[in-house]
């Protein structure tokens, strides 16, 4: 890929770009700004941001950012498919408009994160990244939105995001904490929807979900509560820990099975989708540190090629602002994940850290995905040691459960019934509904 450095460096930051119209848009009153900025030590590279003002009262609604996981998708791809304010027709030309969107009741901001995803890019295109300098990059980001956009740095601020946004989410509240002296954020709290929190348990707690929907084996099954867990307790055993012996390959073909068995792993009762492989090939590669084979049964995955088709036509870019000598946008950058160092192997230090100093926290599952399966949100909150305010309960929304909530306090733990790994695409109202209770502290 050749691109003309020379153009390139002419690049700096920019003030923001008024977005009055997108193509095929259908009139609104909100307004929505695309940009870039210079973030990291060098500032060769620069974020493209996507802001979306609150539909209600922008002057006081709160500040939501949204970070898309991976490592190496787009949170453009939410925006078009979970949670923005328009939905793409599938003519990949026109929208329409999302009465369940997040920015109904708050402004929704969007980071192309980390730099390489989507239309951010870096001058001297070195990419190299991991889970540090992605929360140090975000945080500067956020500085320079908050310094742009200064009316809004008294609204309260949320940070949300899905999949491996559990490791981004929690390192940038981390930055935010130690850095408060260089730049206070309102900062109030954050939630994470089918996150990647520790990822012993994300193997451990797949094994059980396989098992409590018969996709394993029930004598081996038991062969595995003897011969792998202490005193047959399967509940906390460890499977990621045994790598060689029987134990080990039931661990592997478990693992296995999640992604390679025909199912979606984004949503187990989902037909699955042959085309589309950028976002599953991306999760596989974090995964297993290969590229996946084509099945028999297809691979498994979301198909995005209506949002790309809309993303990369010329009027869009032009209306974003996008430079004209960048790729085509993709929903999950290869190299990105190629070449992202993951640093961290839990975050429960960061979400402790985040509870003591006064943040609020939900944690969200959709209770059929099994890519970051409920489970280990399930045992990752109990393992926080934290004191229970009350018990798993269910909560309605539209007269029907929506799914299950414990109270630990300042966190929440939910269950989103029917719901895979983007609940707010399976469950739109469901999520809006959670998101406002969390955001204004209602209960569940």
Same mark, same amino acid.
């Given at each position: ?19 009055? *119209?997108? =193509?095929?848009?259908? $009139? +609104? ?5 695309? &940009?870039?900025?210079?973030? @990291?030590? #060098? ?12 539909? *209600?009262? =922008?002057?006081?609604? $709160? +500040? ?5 996981? &991976?490592?190496?998708?787009? @949170?453009? #791809? ?367």
């Amino acid at each position: 890929m050749a691109w003309s450095l020379v153009f390139l460096n002419l690049l700096g930051l920019t003030s923001a770009i008024l977005v009055p *119209n997108l =193509p095929g848009q259908p $009139p +609104v009153t909100f307004k929505q700004y695309s &940009g870039y900025y210079s973030v @990291g030590e #060098s500032g060769n590279h620069q974020m493209h941001y996507w802001f979306t003002e609150s539909k *209600n009262n =922008p002057s006081t609604d $709160p +500040v939501i950012l949204w970070l898309t996981g &991976g490592p190496g998708c787009s @949170g453009i #791809s939410a925006l078009f498919e979970e949670l923005g304010p328009f939905q793409i027709n599938s003519d990949g030309a026109t929208l329409n408009l999302n009465p369940y969107s997040w920015n109904n009741n708050a402004s929704l901001l969007i980071f192309e994160s980390p730099v390489g995803v989507g239309y951010s890019y870096s001058k001297d295109q070195n990419l190299f990244t991991g889970d540090n300098r992605t929360a140090s990059e975000n945080w500067d980001a956020l500085k320079a939105f908050f310094t742009e956009f200064s009316q809004y740095q008294k609204n309260d601020f949320y940070i949300t995001g899905e999949s491996y946004a559990g490791m981004y989410i929690p390192t940038l509240v981390q930055d935010i904490l130690d850095r408060k002296q260089q730049y206070s954020f309102n900062l109030k709290g954050f939630a994470i929807g089918n996150g990647v929190l520790d990822k012993g348990l994300d193997t451990d707690t797949i094994i059980q979900f396989e098992h409590k929907h018969g996709m394993i084996d029930q004598l081996h099954w038991q062969r595995a509560q003897k011969e792998c867990c202490t005193n047959g307790n399967t509940d906390d055993c460890l499977f990621h820990k045994h790598v060689l012996g029987w134990c080990g390959l039931f661990m592997e073909e478990a693992v296995g099975r999640q992604w390679e068995s025909g199912i979606n792993p984004y949503n187990m009762y989902a037909d699955c989708q042959h085309s589309g492989t950028k976002r599953f090939k991306v999760d596989y590669r974090r995964r297993f540190g290969k590229e996946p084979n084509v099945l028999d049964a297809g691979t498994p995955c979301l198909d995005d090629s209506v949002t790309e088709k809309y993303m990369n036509r010329r009027d869009v870019r032009t209306a974003l602002g996008i430079p004209g000598l960048l790729p085509n946008w993709s929903t999950c950058s290869d190299v990105i994940s190629v070449v992202y160092e993951e640093q961290y192997s839990t975050v429960a230090p960061q979400i402790k850290n985040a509870l003591t100093a006064g943040l609020k926290v939900m944690l969200y599952h959709g209770d059929i995905d099994m890519v970051c399966n409920f489970f280990q949100g399930q045992r990752f909150t109990t393992n926080l040691n934290l004191t229970q305010v009350s018990a798993k309960r269910s909560y309605h929304v539209n007269g029907q459960v929506g799914g299950f909530v414990t109270d630990w306090g300042q966190l929440k733990f939910l269950t989103v019934k029917g719901a895979g790994h983007m609940v707010p695409t399976d469950k739109p109202a469901v999520a809006s509904y959670i998101l406002n209770a969390f955001i204004n502290d209602k209960k569940f």
